[in-house]
């Protein structure tokens, strides 16, 4: 083995990372477990990723969340498509979200749980990434990260199952979660660094991490923002 080898630079360790995302999201979602989905799924992220923060790999981090996330997202989505019965009970308030969300593309009215209609729900999430992840070496952020991904995949496979026009099916995707989304995700990842790392200098993280953490803050600003103007343009009420 190589002295420079870099176990987040092997092709074996992706098959390893999207094999657990794509166990760790069915089981616990056709089983229905709202509790065990999100922390199998925030536990085995965070031990993925910290392979690459431990060993100075940034790039393997990234690689390995936006891997983790699209295959969680797109296998929820599907399986709420399908299985929506057995999904619902997996989601906190399931039943109730796929209605408000139905409502809402159909009826018009509020985003549920988005920021107009919850924007103490949307702080929360905003601490819970930045600060869950500074003490916690990323755990308590990749949960709230997961949470979010599961509901927007959870929302955009149960309007799939309701809209009868394939050409409107674009519009089940959340843009403006998906984008919030991927904003959480550079920040989660830099908040677990120093814990991991041991590297608590704001010199070396305005230096070496400048663009992750502008890009994930300007990610997180543009999906809030989108939030409030692009819901009512998706709604067909």
Do not use: K
């Not at 092997?10 to 065990?36: E, I, K, N, S």
């Not at 927007?152 to 089940?172: C, F, H, K, V």
């Amino acid at each position: 083995m190589p002295d420079n080898y870099t176990l987040t630079r092997d092709p074996v360790f992706y098959g390893a990372v999207a094999c657990f995302a794509l166990l760790t999201t069915a089981l616990p979602a056709l089983l229905g477990q709202p509790r065990f989905l999100p922390f199998i799924q925030a536990l085995c992220l965070t031990i993925f990723m910290a392979q690459g923060l431990r060993h100075g790999h940034l790039r393997g981090a990234i690689n390995t969340v936006a891997l983790w996330l699209a295959l969680q997202f797109i296998l929820l989505m599907l399986l709420s498509r399908l299985f929506v019965g057995l999904v619902e009970r997996a989601i906190g308030d399931g039943f109730a979200y796929r209605g408000a969300v139905a409502a809402w593309f159909f009826s018009g009215g509020p985003l549920p749980g988005g920021l107009l209609a919850a924007p103490l729900g949307r702080l929360a999430e905003v601490v819970g990434i930045v600060v869950g992840s500074l003490v916690s070496a990323g755990l308590i952020g990749a949960w709230v990260l997961v949470r979010a991904t599961n509901l927007a995949a959870y929302g955009a496979g149960t309007l799939l199952s309701t809209i009868e026009t394939p050409g409107l099916y674009i519009l089940a995707l959340p843009l403006w979660a998906m984008i919030r989304i991927a904003g959480y995700a550079g920040l989660v990842i830099l908040g677990a660094e120093p814990l991991l790392t041991n590297n608590w200098s704001p010199r070396f993280y305005w230096a070496e991490r400048r663009r992750l953490l502008l890009v994930g803050l300007g990610l997180v600003a543009a999906g809030l923002l989108l939030e409030i103007v692009l819901p009512p343009l998706w709604s067909r009420g």
